[in-house]
């Protein structure tokens, strides 16, 4: 059974920092891409930064320079470090693994509010 189980969301200030995790299980994780997406309210689900199964990193335009993906094989897991935060960066926040396969996290909220 595949899991991929994000934590880490909550809310911050603007300007604040938070770090995202996807800890996957019942894949080889080393095999898969892995992606961040986000879904704000009323808009559709877009992707926020990748990374591949050889480490190679992209980043949608709005979040260069402020958000930076990582994997670490060892523990399963992709982060994704997320700082100068705006609140149009509130948003579900998805992990999702692709190789001949895909598969969704249930999703963490991020909220970015004073």
């Known amino acids: 059974q595949v899991q991929l189980v994000e934590s880490g969301g909550g809310l911050v200030q603007p300007g604040g920092s938070l770090r995202l995790s996807c800890a996957a299980s019942?894949?080889?994780?080393?095999?898969?891409?892995m992606g961040w997406y986000r879904q704000a309210p009323g808009k559709q689900r877009e992707l926020v930064a990748g990374?591949?199964?050889?480490?190679?990193?992209n980043y949608a335009d709005s979040v260069k320079g402020r958000f930076t993906i990582s994997r670490d094989n060892a523990k399963n897991t992709v982060y994704l470090q997320m700082n100068s935060l705006k609140p149009e960066d509130t948003a579900v926040y998805y992990c999702?693994?692709?190789?001949?396969?895909?598969?969704w996290g249930q999703g963490t909220q991020v909220t970015v509010s004073s």
């Open positions: 990374i591949s199964s050889g480490g190679s990193r």
């Open positions: 019942g894949i080889t994780f080393r095999l898969y891409a």
């Open positions: 999702n693994a692709k190789s001949a396969s895909a598969y």
